[in-house]
């Protein structure tokens, strides 16, 4: 009898593809070298930041092992990658060694996102009023 896949599965293998996908995105930006990084629109138009101002420099900051400038360009980034590298390796090994019930086992809760959007949300808050302030 075939075990029906709960939510959690479904996340799983989407957190798993999209890992996959990036890695091989890292390796042609290695490869091939690196590509412009594009302004923001919403910065070049109205002057303020918008939640994902600076997510693409803090990737490559992090790529390239420089967690504190990955941290200062956006540190929503670091958090989604240290969330995910948790929840894929607890979970992975718990299919391994068939212990899915461990308290040990990150599962999929919309906390994390509720997390990750207040990282997003603050850091374009506060980036907006440095700038306000500094100007």
């Given at each position: 009898?075939?075990?029906?896949?709960?939510?959690?599965?479904?996340?799983?293998?989407?957190?798993?593809?999209?890992?996959?996908?990036?890695?091989?995105?890292?390796?042609?930006?290695?490869?091939?070298?690196?590509?412009?990084?594009?302004?923001?629109?919403?910065?070049?138009?109205?002057?303020?930041?918008?939640?994902?101002?600076?997510?693409?420099?803090a990737f490559i900051s992090l790529m390239?092992?420089?967690?504190?400038?990955?941290?200062?360009?956006?540190?929503?980034?670091?958090?989604?990658?240290?969330?995910?590298?948790i929840y894929v390796i607890s979970t992975?090994?718990?299919?391994?060694?068939?212990?899915e019930n461990s308290k040990y086992v990150?599962?999929?809760?919309?906390?994390?996102?509720?997390?990750?959007?207040?990282?997003?949300?603050?850091?374009?808050?506060?980036?907006?009023?440095?700038?306000?302030?500094?100007?």
């Amino acid at each position: 009898m075939k075990k029906e896949k709960s939510y959690n599965d479904y996340v799983y293998i989407s957190v798993v593809i999209t890992i996959i996908i990036l890695i091989i995105a890292y390796i042609v930006y290695i490869l091939i070298g690196k590509p412009p990084i594009f302004n923001c629109i919403i910065y070049e138009k109205f002057g303020i930041y918008c939640p994902g101002c600076g997510c693409t420099r803090a990737f490559i900051s992090l790529m390239n092992g420089k967690i504190l400038a990955s941290i200062y360009y956006n540190p929503t980034v670091l958090y989604t990658v240290v969330v995910l590298t948790i929840y894929v390796i607890s979970t992975t090994l718990a299919k391994i060694f068939k212990k899915e019930n461990s308290k040990y086992v990150l599962k999929y809760s919309p906390i994390y996102i509720y997390i990750g959007i207040f990282i997003l949300i603050g850091t374009c808050i506060v980036k907006n009023i440095l700038v306000t302030i500094h100007n």
